[in-house]
C-alpha cells in the first residue's frame, strides 16, 4: 500500500470515528482538547474561598494589597481632571512637597533642559531652538509673557505649573508619560526660579 494512501485512510479512519462519537448525545460537546483553556481556574474574588482546598487563603479571595503599594490609577497628588476647573483647583492646593535644595534644583534643571528646553529655552524666554527654527511659535517666556488660560506667567503657582506639565496646554502636549509625578516637582522648583530671573 502506498504511503499516502495510507496517511489518507487513517485520516479518514479517525475524522469518522470523531463523528460518530460526537453525535452520539446531543448535549454532548464531544471530546474536549485542553479542559482548563474553557473552565476558569482562577479563584472569584467576591466568593468564599475554601480553606480545605486552598489553605493559604482566609476568607475571601479579594485579599488586601501588600502594604504600600498604590492601586492603577491612584495619584497622590489629587486627581485633578483636565479642565480649567481643574488648573484653577490644582493652582489653589497643589503644593511642591519636595524641599527647594541645591540636588532637587539640579536634577529639576536637568529634566527642565531635556524636556522643556526645547521650546522654552534655556533661560525661560521662549526661545528655545524649536522656537529659533520656527517649527513652533507664541511659547511664553516665563518673566515677561503672558499665560494662554489668564494671567502673567510670573504669577504661575507650583499646582498651576503641575497641572500643565501632566496635561499640556496649546502645542504643549502632556509629560505626564514621560516624567514621573516626583520629577515633575522638580521641573516646577526649577521653572519657579527661572520666573525670578535666576
Not at 479542559?35 to 482566609?58: C, E, G, H
Not at 492603577?72 to 493652582?91: D, H, I, L, M
Not at 524641599?99 to 521662549?126: I, R, W
Request: glycine content about 10%; overall charge positive.
Amino acid at each position: 500500500m502506498n504511503k499516502n494512501k495510507f496517511v489518507f485512510t487513517a485520516f479518514l479512519a479517525i475524522a469518522f470515528a470523531a463523528s460518530v462519537t460526537a453525535c452520539k448525545d446531543k448535549r454532548s460537546t464531544g471530546l474536549e482538547y485542553a479542559r482548563n483553556m474553557y473552565d476558569p481556574i482562577a479563584l472569584n474574588p467576591d466568593q468564599p474561598v475554601d480553606t480545605a482546598a486552598v489553605p493559604s487563603f482566609k476568607g475571601h479571595a479579594a485579599q488586601l494589597p501588600p502594604a504600600h503599594t498604590k492601586p492603577v490609577g491612584f495619584s497622590e497628588y489629587g486627581n485633578y481632571p483636565n479642565t480649567k476647573e481643574g488648573y484653577e483647583a490644582a493652582g489653589v492646593s497643589l503644593l511642591n512637597p519636595l524641599p527647594v535644595d541645591t540636588v532637587n534644583l539640579a536634577e529639576g534643571k536637568h529634566l527642565f533642559t531635556v524636556f522643556c528646553s526645547p521650546c522654552h529655552g534655556d533661560k525661560g524666554d521662549g526661545q528655545g531652538h524649536l522656537v529659533k527654527i520656527e517649527k513652533f511659535s507664541g511659547v511664553p517666556a516665563y518673566q515677561t509673557g503672558a499665560s494662554s488660560r489668564g494671567g502673567n506667567m510670573v504669577d504661575l503657582t507650583a499646582g498651576k505649573i503641575f497641572h500643565t506639565i501632566t496635561y499640556g496646554v496649546n502645542n504643549m502636549g502632556s509629560h505626564a508619560s514621560q516624567i514621573t509625578p516626583t520629577d515633575r516637582w522638580k521641573v516646577v522648583m526649577y521653572v519657579q526660579q527661572l520666573q525670578k530671573g535666576q
